[in-house]
């Protein structure tokens, strides 16, 4: 029978800010959703508890009832690191970890076949708790059968817990309270109304009409409970580290010279992190000395990056700290990344263009003055039937602007589509449909090697009407040409270019 854990690292913003700042535990901690007197707790440890701060209450509010109270914000970059930390840790344990998308800190574990490892499955949890006891992490393993009946016991119990058989298992997560859920408190009230305080006493209620009186978050975990939504384990499947490494032919000591080496890896390093989303949180060198251990340099922005010449002069500093007597004769580049903000991405795309556009922009505008507004315009796309009217030219009034992050497609060129701004007469008659030798642009491009098509567009009734039938004609040297064949004027006629 497959056996699933589930662990809670039960408050993981307030472990991170607790492991971030060295906080011990006899301290007041509180997480704040921004660094400011007005700002909101959001998570409280129990020395806090204890002295009457509770999250929802302003952070000035709390300072009234303990003056030792400690705050800090810890943003989602940092959350998305703990989560990355804790799912490579859990993976040493299991090689099928899923992180749960609604809840930061919550995991499923696949248990099955590891009792033919471990005598007792309770050792194997053991083990993997204290593995995350030792990175800085408290939390919670309940090993199981199914989903939900793992996480309802793990978000009430602290410890770590086996369940010998189902019937067990959910007869433990009947008698959870449902506010244990993170139901909100004012659907608990209602309700408790009903007499319903435990999971047991939520699914006992009528599907019907309990989305309508109660919401569609309790419609969810009642479906949740009764296994509607026990869907497989869907582990998370580690992506290869952005990693390269250096070989030299000889033994380098010269700081200048491996600032510059890192200083040529980085961009496509950092590339390589911005196509999956994310943003450098740290940068590790492995040195490889020709006479020592191997041993590693961490280097991390304030907070995560993309900003290359930032991280080339904080690359710097470290070299230049380092005395390395022997000489190198390899070097290891690893790039760990979070989840980036769109900002930073976008930071990352217009490094990467080459042009100046606050340059073009001062050209532009100096066209405009001379020959007037109309002189700089731009494509818009517009409704029409015909290719010829489905865009239109407007003057330019916003500067140039760098392509997005993310716009390229890697290993791919771009292809143009340049259309004339008047159909061009081409020789040939009905029968030229199909490759045969056509020489539709001259000798020198040589004859039609391929032909797709017809693409058809008709219509146009309301004021001529249209009958073409498009096809991308290849030439021998290369080139596309875009035409169409027009059955009402009986020819050909080229509308424009593939580049």
Known sequence: ????????????????????????????????????????????????????????????????????????????????????????????????????????????????????????????????????HDAGFFATFVVGFSRFGAYAVARSRRGTLVFPDPATEWREARAVRIERLGIQPRVCNQLALLGVHTIGGLVGLPAAGLRQRYGAEVHRWRQFAMGDEGLPLQPKIPEAPVRTTVIFDFAERNHVRLMFVVKRELHPLLAKLVDRAHAMAALELQFHPRDGDPFTESIRPAQPTCDERLIVDLVRLRLESLQLRSGVTDLVITLRGVSGSSAQLALFARMECTRDLDAADRALARVRAEFGDNSVTYAVLSDGHLPEARYRFEPSVQGLRAPAAGSRVAGRASLVRRVLRKPRRLSGGEDNRHPDGWLVAGVERGPVVKSQGPYMVTGGWWVREVERAYHFLELENGDVLWAYWDARRRAWFQHGEVE
């Open 1 to 132: 029978m497959d056996r699933m854990a589930c662990v809670d690292v039960c408050s993981l913003a307030l472990q991170l800010l607790v492991r971030q700042e060295g906080f011990s535990q006899d301290d007041a901690v509180a997480v704040v959703d921004k660094d400011t007197p007005q700002g909101v707790i959001v998570q409280v440890n129990e020395k806090a508890w204890k002295a009457g701060v509770r999250a929802g209450q302003r952070y000035a509010t709390a300072l009234g009832l303990t003056a030792a109270l400690k705050a800090g914000m810890v943003g989602e970059a940092e959350i998305d690191q703990g989560v990355a930390e804790l799912a490579e840790l859990l993976l040493g344990a299991s090689p099928n970890v899923e992180p749960s998308r609604d809840q930061s800190g919550v995991f499923w574990v696949d248990a099955s076949g590891l009792g033919l490892l471990y005598d007792d499955l309770f050792d194997w949890a053991s083990e993997a708790r204290q593995l995350l």
